[in-house]
């Protein structure tokens, strides 16, 4: 992926494996797209309540959720599970979790808890 821009296309998956993740009952808290200082590509970032319990394989279950879904490996794009107690995870609830509507909003240049977004497309934060 382009790291200066997300295409069309990329939203649209974001937006398909986000249906898929909701469908299997796994409430997202946080979703979207971002290039975080430590990568050089676009990795779509995801956090779960349901994803951070012990004993759960949070990879293991977010691919299982997508295989049912139809989205198979190759269709998945690179993705970062991060903890809901995640110094960055919850700065952007902080700020935004009583936001009205973060679908769409776009960050970057920013210091959120401990990493730095370059660039950012947001689905979820709640």
Do not use: C, H
Not at 2 to 26: F, R
Not at 52 to 70: F, I, K, M, Q
């Amino acid at each position: 992926m382009d790291q200066t821009v997300v295409v069309s296309i990329d939203i649209q998956k974001g937006s398909e494996i986000l249906a898929a993740l909701d469908e299997a009952k796994l409430k997202v808290k946080v979703a979207l797209w971002a290039v975080l200082s430590e990568y050089d590509d676009w990795r779509l970032i995801v956090s779960s309540p349901r994803l951070d319990e012990p004993g759960v394989d949070a990879y293991g279950l977010l691919n299982e959720s997508l295989r049912t879904a139809g989205i198979d490996s190759s269709r998945k794009p690179p993705t970062l599970i991060l903890p809901m107690t995640d110094p960055f995870v919850k700065q952007l609830r902080r700020i935004f979790g009583k936001t009205k509507s973060v679908e769409g909003m776009r960050l970057g240049g920013q210091l959120f808890g401990d990493r730095f977004i370059r660039d950012a497309y947001v689905y979820r934060i709640s």
